[in-house]
């Protein structure tokens, strides 16, 4: 297959990077992403940088404050507010039924409970699919009452005119290309990018959305050949979920890496964990306590 060309520092290409030898963030510490040290907000201009430092840096996604600050602490540069959240929190059988409106609590509470992570909020099936202008009116919901610092949309080329709106706007945007759950009706959940035309499709797809203005790519189900050449291809980061590990950065699903999902995992997920066994175990134990009189005992009681 044809490898895209890198897209060049030239005034025909106003979103590719300008170097410098600068060192702009010199005051705030160490520069990276993972294991940095700051007294402000990771910003996609980091995310920049460190795409030409080569630099890998991992994300998770977070739905609830507490998690939130949890992964904060641990150093996580990038935390998503994904529609994923319909299958792990709100009972969903797929993201399709997430609501803008779950996506605005979701994450504000999100950026509550952080203070160094990039906050990117996942735009909702409905929310942008009608052109540019909803597009706008959704992301600046995100934006201004959760407070997130960029938001994610799916599609390449047919999401173009809503992600150059949101750019101009001032609203950093990453996109999502491979599976897009969001399309699960009509794709299903399988590899997305096999076979000639499909690869090229999706490397035209990664192109137009970087000359967009997309600051960040989501490659999720890619064969890993293909999500390589992307990444070669690309000036700006690819954050890969079953995409092999060539990408620049990595994404889980914070339930699914710390064995909380249950039931079957795709191949793709490593479990760093199995809170859900912690879990029962600890509701086991106290149900146990309870119906034997151990809990409350008298340390637990107030006189």
């Given at each position: 297959?044809?490898?895209?060309?890198?897209?060049?520092?030239?005034?025909?290409?106003?979103?590719?990077?300008?170097?410098?030898?600068?060192?702009?963030?010199?005051?705030?510490?160490?520069?990276?992403?993972?294991?940095?040290?700051?007294?402000?907000?990771?910003?996609?201009?980091?995310?920049?940088?460190?795409?030409?430092?080569?630099?890998?840096?991992?994300?998770?996604?977070a739905?609830?404050?507490?998690?939130?600050?949890?992964?904060?602490?641990?150093?996580i540069?990038?935390?998503?507010?994904?529609?994923?959240?319909?299958?792990?929190?709100?009972?969903?059988?797929?993201?399709?039924?997430?609501?803008?409106?779950?996506?605005?609590?979701?994450?504000?509470?999100?950026?509550?409970?952080?203070?160094?992570?990039l906050?990117?909020?996942?735009?909702?099936?409905g929310?942008?699919?009608?052109?540019?202008?909803?597009?706008l009116?959704?992301?600046?919901?995100?934006?201004?009452?959760a407070?997130?610092?960029?938001?994610?949309?799916?599609?390449?080329?047919?999401?173009?005119?809503?992600?150059?709106?949101?750019?101009?706007?001032?609203?950093?945007?990453?996109?999502?290309?491979?599976?897009?759950?969001?399309?699960?009706?009509?794709?299903?959940?399988?590899?997305?990018?096999?076979?000639?035309?499909?690869?090229?499709?999706?490397?035209?797809?990664?192109?137009?959305?970087?000359?967009?203005?997309?600051?960040?790519?989501?490659?999720?189900?890619?064969?890993?050949?293909?999500?390589?050449?992307?990444?070669?291809?690309?000036?700006?980061?690819?954050?890969?979920?079953?995409?092999?590990?060539?990408?620049?950065?990595?994404?889980?699903?914070?339930?699914?890496?710390?064995?909380?999902?249950?039931?079957?995992?795709?191949?793709?997920?490593?479990?760093?964990?199995?809170?859900?066994?912690?879990?029962?175990?600890?509701?086991?134990?106290?149900?146990?306590?309870?119906?034997?009189?151990a809990?409350?005992?008298?340390?637990?009681?107030?006189?």
């Amino acid at each position: 297959m044809t490898q895209l060309s890198a897209a060049q520092n030239s005034p025909e290409n106003p979103h590719a990077p300008q170097h410098t030898q600068s060192n702009p963030d010199s005051s705030h510490g160490s520069k990276a992403l993972y294991g940095g040290k700051s007294s402000r907000r990771v910003t996609v201009r980091d995310i920049a940088l460190a795409k030409e430092r080569g630099e890998k840096w991992p994300m998770l996604t977070a739905y609830d404050a507490m998690t939130a600050s949890v992964f904060d602490e641990a150093g996580i540069p990038v935390m998503l507010v994904g529609d994923s959240a319909g299958n792990c929190h709100l009972g969903y059988e797929t993201t399709v039924p997430v609501t803008l409106d779950e996506m605005t609590m979701l994450s504000a509470a999100v950026v509550r409970g952080t203070k160094r992570a990039l906050v990117v909020g996942d735009l909702p099936f409905g929310s942008y699919q009608e052109g540019p202008v909803q597009a706008l009116r959704s992301a600046t919901r995100l934006v201004k009452e959760a407070g997130v610092g960029a938001v994610k949309l799916e599609g390449g080329e047919r999401s173009l005119a809503q992600t150059e709106l949101l750019v101009q706007s001032g609203i950093p945007v990453m996109s999502h290309l491979g599976l897009t759950p969001q399309s699960v009706n009509t794709m299903g959940y399988r590899v997305q990018g096999r076979g000639d035309e499909d690869a090229h499709r999706l490397l035209r797809d990664a192109k137009a959305a970087q000359d967009a203005g997309a600051f960040a790519v989501v490659l999720e189900l890619v064969p890993a050949e293909l999500a390589a050449e992307v990444t070669r291809s690309l000036h700006i980061p690819t954050v890969g979920i079953g995409a092999g590990p060539e990408c620049d950065a990595q994404v889980l699903v914070w339930t699914d890496m710390l064995g909380l999902t249950g039931g079957k995992m795709p191949r793709f997920v490593k479990q760093y964990a199995d809170l859900r066994g912690v879990m029962g175990e600890a509701a086991k134990a106290f149900a146990q306590d309870v119906v034997g009189g151990a809990f409350p005992a008298e340390e637990h009681s107030v006189h």
